[in-house]
């Protein structure tokens, strides 16, 4: 209905009748576009052009009725008011009319009734389809990405689910896309987050071009994408997925000025009826998209139950919920490893801070099985800072004499952590400590990665009053090159030159050399990995400061822990 115009489709035979009805109706107030048919095929004709605002009919013409009306209009699925106008009609056929679909009738002796009846029955109908529009906008932000429009999360996985049982009961083929962009954070680190919601509409119609009307495209959340391809051979979606790394590599972002490539990944699954659940097939799908990262991004890659890397990363993956699960039980258990000082000359009391995980079971985990995931997944500064927190609050607790020094491992994510000094600092403070109880560690290749930064952090940490050491010192290409560089107070030589210092020279040579040039710059040495008495021998002949390892020391709880399973180094 436009303003007060009104569409009416009459059925009637007396033009006479006709002609009084839309009379009425203009009586209202109304502009009339009356249409007005006499059979059923004329009636039928009409209604396959709407829109129509509202019905007319009589209820008995000689070759055609409001009751064969009615069951037109319900055989349409039309949500239009039907009026009954008749000049005799009783009370029985009246109701059985109005359980028939018909929204009102009104006698063709009493026609004043009529425009009543339509504006109430146009009130409802306009009512009924502002919540059928309401209703209609809640499924489509239900089930679609604000931003973009494409399918969301959601919406997605329950089309996953729909096609793994078909695949299952029709033994149909079809495949899963896992896309990540690869330089989406470019973008909005360069010019703001509105850039890059730009940036994803306009990626999200390009892809569009590549999917038919049968695939789900979808935004996963962030700058990820997924994309179904119904009756899909895996050599077909390999296709399908090459085709849109090309658009993803020949499309140009500009803003401001500024222009930007965009690349992606791409992971790959078939879905058969073999296949494992819908969430197997996603977290398959990610190992897959991120391993084609690892390779060098701008790639497919297929996941195989016989990839042996994606193996792997699956492993980490289920760790990823372990850790978190750790974290928010504490389940983590902190072990020391004392450093003992070698020669005459009297050392510092060290210890190195270890860190077990205790499992659903009670056992102990070594973190040689939970580390990795923790690095790859970005967990480590969450694990890093629990180490750090809990070890202050159990020596101010005063488990140690405060002449201690005790070394706790930093991963390279942490060192990139802005916030990170600022939670020492505060958590040093509130301990009520001597900074100097606390050694900082990090392997030499993390700090040489980002060298500007390590020196920085280190630099802050030691105005604090802590110590820093370098880890596994000699496992890189250039290690001597960077002392002049990196400010420490200790240098620990990688286990793997010291364990056949007595056997190999060229291991001895390198141990050797470490010693005297950290001598030389003002660094204390410690050879790590001493396992029998012959070696810590060998390296106090040599004038090393400390060592460490299963010949000094057995690693135990720093307090109050009993290990339920064997205790793992």
């Keep these: 209905m436009d303003g007060k115009t009104l569409r009416v489709l009459l059925v009637e035979d007396m033009e006479d009748d006709a002609a009084l009805i839309e009379r009425q109706i203009v009586r209202g107030g109304y502009q009339v576009e009356l249409r007005r048919v006499d059979t059923a095929q004329a009636f039928k004709a009409a209604l396959a052009q709407p829109p129509w605002d509202v019905i007319i009919t009589d209820h008995n013409l000689p070759a055609f009725s409001s009751t064969a009306a009615l069951a037109l209009v319900r055989e349409t699925g039309l949500d239009v008011p039907v009026i009954i106008v008749s000049g005799s009609i009783g009370e029985e056929i009246a109701v059985a009319a109005m359980k028939a679909g018909a929204s009102d009738y009104v006698m063709k002796d009493n026609l004043a009734r009529l425009l009543p009846a339509m504006e109430r029955e146009l009130r409802e109908v306009a009512v009924r389809r502002d919540h059928q529009k309401a209703e209609a906008t809640i499924r489509h932000m239900a089930f679609h990405d604000h931003l973009t429009g494409l399918a969301n999360r959601t919406h997605f996985e329950e089309r996953l689910a729909g096609l793994l049982e078909d695949a299952r009961e029709w033994q149909s083929h079809h495949a899963l896309l896992y896309l990540d962009l690869d330089q989406f954070k470019v973008v909005n680190d360069t010019c703001g987050h509105l850039a890059g919601d730009q940036m994803l509409k306009q990626l999200a119609l390009l892809l569009r071009e590549h999917v038919r009307e049968s695939d789900t495209l979808a935004r996963l959340g962030g700058d990820e994408f997924g994309i179904l391809l119904e009756g899909c051979s895996i050599e077909r979606a390999q296709q399908i997925a090459q085709q849109c790394l090309k658009a993803l590599n020949d499309f140009r972002f500009s803003w401001a000025g500024k222009s930007f490539a965009i690349g992606g990944s791409i992971g790959l699954v078939a879905i058969t009826d073999a296949s494992p659940s819908a969430q197997d097939l996603m977290r398959n799908a990610d190992m897959a998209c991120y391993a084609a990262k690892d390779l060098g991004r701008n790639r497919v890659q297929t996941y195989s139950d016989e990839d042996h890397e994606l193996l792997r990363r699956r492993h980490e993956m289920q760790w990823v919920a372990r850790i978190n699960w750790a974290l928010e039980h504490e389940r983590f258990v902190l072990f020391r490893q004392r450093i003992e000082a070698l020669g005459q000359a009297e050392g510092d ?77 505060t958590e040093l403070r509130d301990a009520g400590l001597p900074p100097s109880m606390l050694c900082l560690e990090i392997t030499e290749t993390a700090a040489i990665a980002n060298l500007s930064r390590a020196v920085q952090f280190i630099e802050s940490i030691r105005a604090e009053g802590c110590h820093f050491a370098l880890d596994d010192f000699g496992a890189g290409l250039s290690s001597f090159s960077y002392l002049k560089s990196i400010p420490v107070d200790y240098l620990k030589i990688d286990g793997a030159f010291v364990r056949d210092i007595l056997d190999d020279p060229m291991d001895y040579a390198i141990v050797e050399s470490i010693n005297r040039i950290g001598h030389v710059v003002g660094i204390k040495t410690i050879a790590e990995f001493v396992e029998t008495q012959a070696v810590r021998e060998k390296l106090t002949a040599l004038g090393l400061d400390y060592a460490q390892g299963f010949g000094i020391h057995r690693p135990e709880p720093l307090v109050g822990v009993q290990a339920t399973a064997t205790t793992l180094a």
């Design 349 to 425: 009391s060290c210890s190195e801070i270890l860190i077990r995980l205790r499992d659903e079971n009670g056992a102990l985990v070594a973190p040689g099985a939970f580390l990795p995931a923790a690095e790859r997944y970005n967990l480590a500064p969450a694990i890093d800072r629990w180490v750090v927190r809990n070890l202050l609050r159990l020596l101010k607790g005063g488990v140690a004499a405060p002449a201690s020094v005790f070394f706790v491992n930093i991963s390279g994510a942490t060192l990139n952590d802005e916030g990170f000094f600022d939670f020492l600092r």
